[in-house]
């Protein structure tokens, strides 16, 4: 018997709704310059790396999820909250933003709605979401 789910009961994170490619940061250098060129903010759970550029056509937004945050299991899971967050957002980010989202070690305790707060408070302060109105 084989399981079959609705789409409005499918979880974010399963196949077919995917974090889009064209929105993934993933060349090494492109981390390296946010980091040396670009600025960033921290709060407690994550810290937000911001470089505006021309070579991009729409956001590109990366995580990392070091050994600090926890095992394969933990890090995994707040991967898949971080990038379940960025996906309902990343359609109001402005084009040529490169962004790099770091886990601290307290993200593996928090809850999906802690991140969320936590992501929406820095990319406000930042300036790449729209203020609360």
Not at 5 to 13: I, L, R
Not at 69 to 80: D, L, M, P, S, T
């Amino acid at each position: 018997m084989s399981r079959s789910t609705s789409p409005d009961t499918q979880k974010p994170d399963s196949v077919g709704q995917r974090f889009p490619k064209y929105a993934r940061l993933t060349e090494t250098r492109d981390f390296a310059k946010v980091r040396e060129q670009g600025k960033s903010i921290q709060a407690s759970l994550i810290r937000v790396g911001l470089l505006r550029t021309e070579e991009v056509s729409s956001a590109k937004v990366g995580l990392i999820t070091s050994k600090r945050v926890g095992g394969a299991v933990v890090r995994n899971k707040v991967r898949r909250r971080l990038r379940g967050i960025i996906k309902s957002c990343i359609a109001e980010i402005p084009s040529g933003f490169l962004v790099v989202i770091v886990a601290k070690s307290a993200a593996a305790r928090a809850t999906f709605e802690q991140l969320r707060a936590e992501w929406l408070l820095l990319a406000r302060r930042l300036s790449i979401l729209p203020p609360l109105e």
